[in-house]
């Protein structure tokens, strides 16, 4: 079976996330970084519940990022029982509520596409987290982990195909936030950097 272009950048995005994951999960152990426990947790059940709906949507060679998507978060999660952060607040509460409605949903209505249209609006609620954390403390993320994922989303763009709304929308969204919270670490340490030289 001959490879198309876009498996091969499909598979290039999923092996990049798949070493962002692996650089975070060590930056966890070792410090500093502090995953949210209940940010994470959902992540992995929303992961699960878009990778399943995006596939059966037609995605295959954009497939590889949202694998990673799943086996990233999980593995993360099961680390930051011991090395993450926080609880269960109201809005985990209310993402977790979301994941679980839009896979009913799916069953009930059979449209993978609502499924994952709602699946990624909880993505993005259970991200807000650590979007508000990139800002406010940028130290307690790994901005090398979050570059490469920024730079596997946008890479994982030229693997769209078709170019639909089915398709195209993960990986935008993942391109767009995933870019925007590498952005807000780099900016927070510069940030950082700059205001102790001026001191």
């Not at 609880?87 to 499924?115: E, F, P, R, V, Y």
């Not at 990624?120 to 259970?126: H, K, Q």
């Not at 490469?148 to 195209?168: C, D, H, Q, Y």
Request: with cysteine; charged share 15%; hydrophobic share 50%.
């Amino acid at each position: 079976m001959e490879l198309s272009f876009q498996s091969i950048i499909g598979g290039v995005a999923g092996t990049l996330s798949a070493v962002a994951y692996v650089l975070y999960i060590v930056s966890t152990v070792k410090g500093p970084t502090r995953p949210n426990r209940a940010t994470w947790s959902i992540l992995t059940l929303v992961g699960l519940i878009i990778l399943m709906s995006y596939y059966n949507e037609g995605a295959r060679e954009t497939i590889w990022v949202p694998l990673a998507y799943v086996l990233g978060p999980l593995i993360i999660t099961l680390f930051a029982i011991k090395y993450g952060e926080g609880g269960w607040k109201g809005l985990d509460k209310w993402c977790l509520t979301g994941a679980i409605a839009g896979a009913l949903l799916w069953t009930i209505s059979g449209s993978a596409l609502l499924a994952l249209l709602i699946n990624i609006g909880v993505d993005f609620l259970a991200l807000l987290p650590t979007i508000k954390k990139a800002y406010l403390r940028p130290e307690g993320e790994d901005r090398t982990a979050w570059a490469l994922e920024a730079a596997a989303s946008f890479i994982n763009l030229a693997a769209v195909k078709p170019w639909t709304f089915s398709i195209w929308i993960y990986p935008v969204y993942l391109a767009v936030f995933n870019g925007l919270i590498a952005a807000l670490l780099i900016y927070g340490r510069y940030k950082k950097k700059h205001k102790r030289l001026l001191v």
